[in-house]
């Protein structure tokens, strides 16, 4: 994080009920126009979003008095910084020691071949989003990956197409219900 402060009221000025504008007016009031405040001021945009837009990088440059390039290149920078919206399903592949030991190489291609988006890309359905993460933290579980934070252990690249199929069905389930409301 940024080691700044935060206001009790900090989530209901980038709350999702303001303006992109209001919103990184709100923001620029608490953190001030500083060169300092880039990067807080980015990532409560992209907490309150889920990504930085290309709208959202240029209006925080305007009211920054920096140049939108400028504000572009320390985002891209940092790769904590994402420029697509993420999917309704984030996956999260490890890819730390205990894993990549035990293959979650072979997991990272099976899941790119499946989706047909590398990491760090949101499928074209807006459904998954995927990332590779240096360690989830469940070594003895390796290879790993999560989905919204559901953890699944032992995965074998042919395991990929099962587990896939489950989130795509309970997303059809609720597009189902959504449907009939």
Known sequence: MTGQPTSEGASEQVGQSLSLDER????IARFGRDRS?????????????????????IRVAERLGLPASKVFGVAT?????????????KI???????????????LVEALKRELGCDTGQTTKDGLFSLEVVACLGVCGLAPVLAINGEVHAAVTP???KQI????????????QVAGRA
């Open 24 to 27: 990184i007016d709100g923001l």
């Open 92 to 106: 999260q592949i490890c890819r730390g020691t205990a894993c990549h030991v035990r293959g979650s190489a072979a």
């Open 37 to 57: 405040a880039l990067i807080p001021i980015l990532q409560e945009v992209q907490d309150a979003q889920g990504y930085l837009s290309r709208q959202s990088v």
């Open 77 to 89: 920078f940092y790769n904590q910084f994402r420029f697509q919206a993420p999917g309704k399903y």
């Open 158 to 160: 042919t395991m990929v």
């Open 164 to 175: 896939l199929r489950k989130y795509r069905k309970a997303a059809a389930a609720e597009s």
